[in-house]
């Protein structure tokens, strides 16, 4: 936060650098359930009944592949972080960070608060892009912020206190001049 002289606070201040984040803790069960199937590959593997053939190579393969696609693909959507400062937008998913995002502010004509979000909505959980909605970043259901990016294109991302940083995020924006070019 601004450090205000005597204790007073700026009737609308905004912090140097906003950041919130969304968790989803379901996506820990799946992420268990991706766990179980790379066990049972790597068991069939090791002491299997079947000693050779295709149809053990099959399994084996399978169950690593797929646990390690559910594991690694609900890991990345556990949680998102988003973070405003006064030239860009971040956002970063799981525990790594990536997928990430990060959109100039200048790029950004506006924010609106959305109170539901719901994955439904979007297909699912995680990274999603639908033709008529834009691209959104949906770890959970809940309240979201939808930015209106100036070429049209729409960015939601779900985030607790997500009226906060729409108000931070129209605080920082410029308004574009008519006649000016694109960034």
């Not at 068991?43 to 050779?52: G, K, N």
Request: glycine share 10%; charged share 20%; hydrophobic share 45%.
């Amino acid at each position: 936060m601004r450090d205000h002289p005597h204790g007073e606070s700026a009737p609308h201040s905004h912090p140097d650098v906003w950041t919130g984040r969304a968790t989803n803790r379901v996506q820990w069960l799946l992420a268990l359930a991706g766990a179980a199937c790379m066990a049972l590959g790597i068991e069939l593997a090791v002491d299997s009944a079947w000693r050779s053939g295709a149809a053990l190579v099959m399994a084996v393969v399978g169950c690593i592949a797929a646990g390690l696609l559910v594991l690694f693909g609900t890991l990345a959507f556990v949680h998102v972080a988003l973070r405003v400062d006064d030239e860009h937008l971040e956002v970063r998913c799981g525990h790594i960070g990536l997928p990430r995002r990060r959109i100039p502010l200048s790029h950004v004509a506006g924010a609106t608060y959305l109170p539901h979000v719901t994955p439904r909505h979007w297909g699912g959980w995680g990274y999603r892009w639908r033709p008529e909605k834009g691209t959104a970043v949906v770890v959970r259901r809940g309240e979201g912020v939808v930015l209106e990016l100036w070429d049209g294109h729409t960015f939601t991302v779900t985030v607790d206190d997500a009226e906060a940083a729409v108000q931070v995020i129209k605080a920082r924006l410029r308004p574009k001049k008519p006649g000016a070019p694109a960034h």
